[in-house]
């Protein structure tokens, strides 16, 4: 079956204490893997995209990687206004069309 | 104000009533979506369009009905609301065929 997995479900951390968060998926033929942030009551907010296995994208505090069968979300010192629900989602060929499902998110607090 | 909103941001509806929830972007987005987020579902796909006057199913289209006359706005229709779609529905749209998706700010639906 198609699958997007995250881990950990919830995470805090401590101001400043680098932490790493995991998305796992079983498709094949990957178009694509994003990664987005939402915050409490609002919608969520694209923050990477990866394509291939090797790559990396860096914005702040934020580094993620993508391997053949994960991705990584490297969190590096984080700060209180990095708490969010981080979401991953993947797009792949299905048959003649592509279509892209949704991690069910790593829910991260970071006290200061 | 440029960007994508969604009507109303909060409804409270009896079962048995329709429902109509509003999507608007102003980019001219070829791609629209609508999503359902749920605990332990995450995001969920529950229709789509590529360009005006054409939808498609996603994953989870049964008791919802959509419509694309205009580019911008892409309307989500429940014909009977059931106490199972109450939910917080996420409109969301795409310049192109590849790339991340732009979410709006959500609408949280109460079906009693």
């Known amino acids: 079956e198609d699958q997007v997995t995250q881990s950990p479900e919830a995470l805090r951390l401590q101001e400043g204490e680098s932490s790493s968060l995991n998305c796992s998926y079983t498709?094949?033929?990957?178009?694509?893997l994003f990664w987005y942030r939402q915050d409490p009551g609002k919608g969520p907010e694209f923050l990477f995209t990866l394509y291939s296995a090797g790559e990396e994208k860096e914005k702040e505090r934020l580094k993620a990687t993508l391997t053949k069968k994960e991705s990584f979300l490297h969190i590096t010192a984080p700060k209180p206004e990095d708490s969010a629900t981080y979401l991953c989602?993947?797009?792949?060929?299905?048959?003649?069309?592509?279509?892209?499902?949704f991690g069910p998110g790593t829910s991260l607090s970071v006290i200061p | 104000d440029a960007g994508i909103t969604q009507s109303p941001r909060y409804k409270i509806t009896e079962t048995g009533r329709q429902v109509t929830l509003m999507c608007h972007q102003t980019w001219s987005h070829s791609y629209m979506f609508w999503y359902r987020q749920d605990l332990g579902h995450g995001l969920r796909l529950i229709y789509y369009?590529?360009?005006?006057?054409?939808?498609d199913k996603g994953e989870v289209p049964d008791g919802y009905v959509v419509s694309r006359s205009k580019t911008e706005n892409f309307p989500l229709t429940l014909e009977s609301a059931t106490r199972s779609q109450t939910s917080v529905y996420f409109c969301?749209?795409?310049?192109?065929?590849?790339?991340?998706?732009?979410f709006g700010p959500g609408t949280r639906l109460t079906v009693l």
């Open positions: 969301a749209s795409r310049r192109g065929d590849r790339g991340f998706a732009f």
């Open positions: 989602a993947v797009r792949y060929m299905k048959t003649s069309y592509d279509k892209v499902i």
């Open positions: 369009s590529a360009a005006a006057d054409i939808t």
């Open positions: 498709v094949s033929g990957l178009r694509g």
